[in-house]
């Protein structure tokens, strides 16, 4: 079954610096990926789709990258902020028009 | 627009009670979504409607049953309460016949079995 990894439950940074949180699949390869922010007590806001055709996506300080061959998505945050401290989670499909599947996410701290 | 609302948001239950946990979307969307959140678990898909009338199974729909008599509801009813039931629940909602489409989450219910 698909299993997807992220690469570590929480990731401490400073201000200004880029923060670069890791997402891993394993079997299926997914036509698109998501990734939604997550924070305390609340529920998941998305960020960014990307498709499997798509190597790069971006939003503002945000920017996603999509290698199929690596089965890894990279989720970047340029010019961090404390105000970007929350849990990201990925998320895609397990199989071709299936409901989506989440990673367990990855807890940025952004210290000033 | 409310978006996505959940009923209630805290709850504590005694092993074997049951409830109701109630979600509702006023963006007329036709896919709606029951997850459960546990530490270090992530969030894990209980069931899913793909529109009115209609519901399937997720990774952990043991335990639950859902309903969706009108569009913009979606029900998760717990018969007997288990102490393994005890989680964040969050329901969520998203547009189009897709599940590539953006999902919409409401502020979820915080379930406490005992």
């Known amino acids: 079954s698909q299993k997807i990894e992220q690469n570590s439950e929480a990731l401490n940074i400073q201000e200004g610096k880029t923060a670069t949180l890791t997402c891993n699949y394993t079997?299926?390869?997914?036509?698109?990926l998501q990734w939604y922010r997550q924070d305390p007590g609340r529920g998941p806001v998305f960020l960014l789709l990307?498709?499997?055709?798509?190597k790069e996506k971006r939003k503002e300080r945000l920017k996603v990258t999509f290698d199929t061959t690596l089965k890894q998505s990279l989720f970047h945050i340029t010019a961090s902020q404390p105000a970007d401290s929350a849990t990201y989670l990925c998320?895609?499909?397990?199989?071709?028009?299936?409901?989506?599947?989440f990673g367990k996410g990855t807890t940025l701290s952004v210290s000033s | 627009n409310a978006g996505v609302t959940q009923t209630p948001k805290f709850r504590v239950l005694k092993t074997g009670q049951s409830m109701t946990l109630l979600c509702a979307q006023d963006?007329?969307?036709?896919?709606m979504y029951w997850y459960r959140q546990d530490p270090g678990m992530g969030l894990r898909l209980i069931h899913y409607?793909?529109?009115?009338?209609?519901?399937a199974k997720g990774e952990v729909p043991d335990g639950y049953n859902v309903s969706r008599l009108k569009k913009q509801n979606f029900l998760l009813g717990l018969e007997s309460a288990a102490p393994s039931q005890t989680s964040v629940y969050f329901c969520?909602?998203?547009?189009?016949?897709?599940?590539?489409?953006?999902?919409?989450f409401g502020p979820g219910t915080r379930l406490l079995v005992l």
């Open positions: 969520a909602s998203s547009l189009a016949e897709l599940f590539e489409e953006t999902q919409y």
């Open positions: 963006m007329n969307h036709e896919y």
């Open positions: 998320a895609l499909e397990a199989q071709a028009g299936t409901a989506l599947i």
């Open positions: 079997n299926y390869s997914p036509a698109y």
């Open positions: 990307i498709r499997e055709n798509e």
């Open positions: 409607s793909v529109g009115e009338g209609t519901t």
